[in-house]
């Protein structure tokens, strides 16, 4: 089955930049989306289609693309950032999945 | 503004089935996917399946093929999942979510499902 791979953990001081890496197992990679999860709460998609940022979503998070791995970016890190995130996308037939989750700690 | 109104909380005896609503409001209906997510406690998000609202056609995640069904009433703008032989493992917060160009942009407020005897 079709698997992303994220790092469990991402520690990271105020005002500096945190990177949240998404692999996926094989070619050819679909777009992907990422989606935050503070606890309590519904996830929010923080950024689609590899590097697009919704409406309402701060500049501060980026994405990127490398062959088939995808970069979360959030530069200048707030207290309030601090949230599970998950990459998700689809193989080729439309079956969806998500990304391991990384929990991101602000120090 | 778009809304998607889930069903509320359900307590389920082991071997049981649940099925969970999710109505939707402000756009619509039939032009959408709508996906079903859900969260164990302290595990990941994990993709169940979706359904395209228009046609009714689904894709479900391999892990739940063959126990997991999502429909849909047009006349009600409402979906539905329903999980069969329920397990202590399948306790968790169901959510439903819209999938447009820019992903699942909206969300139900989740359905805490319960299984225990």
């Known amino acids: 089955s079709y698997e992303l791979t994220q790092p469990p953990s991402v520690s990271v001081s105020p005002g500096q930049t945190a990177r949240i890496t998404c692999s996926a197992e094989t070619l050819p990679k679909q777009y992907v989306y990422w989606y935050q999860v503070r606890p309590g709460q519904a996830p929010v998609l923080v950024i689609y289609k590899d590097n697009e940022r919704p409406s309402g979503i701060p500049e501060r998070f980026s994405g990127s693309t490398s062959g088939t791995t995808v970069t979360l970016t959030i530069s200048g890190v707030q207290a309030e950032d601090e949230a599970d995130y998950y990459c998700h996308s689809t193989d080729s037939s439309g079956i969806f999945v998500f990304g391991t989750g990384t929990a991101v700690t602000v120090l | 503004q778009v809304q998607l109104v889930q069903s509320g909380a359900e307590v389920k005896k082991p071997g049981a089935s649940v099925k969970v609503s999710c109505k939707a409001s402000?756009?619509?209906?039939?032009?959408?996917?709508i996906h079903w997510v859900r969260q164990a406690p302290g595990q990941g998000l994990e993709w169940m399946g979706w359904?395209?609202?228009?046609?009714?056609?689904?894709k479900y995640s391999q892990k739940f093929q063959g126990r997991v069904s999502i429909t849909r009433d047009t006349s009600a703008s409402t979906t539905y999942m329903e999980l069969n032989s329920l397990t202590s493992e399948d306790t968790a917060l169901y959510y439903c979510?819209?999938?447009?160009?820019?992903?699942?942009?909206?969300w139900g407020q989740g359905t805490l499902v319960t299984v225990s005897s």
């Open positions: 979510a819209r999938f447009g160009v820019p992903g699942l942009e909206y």
């Open positions: 359904i395209l609202a228009g046609n009714g056609n689904t």
């Open positions: 402000g756009y619509t209906f039939i032009s959408y996917a």
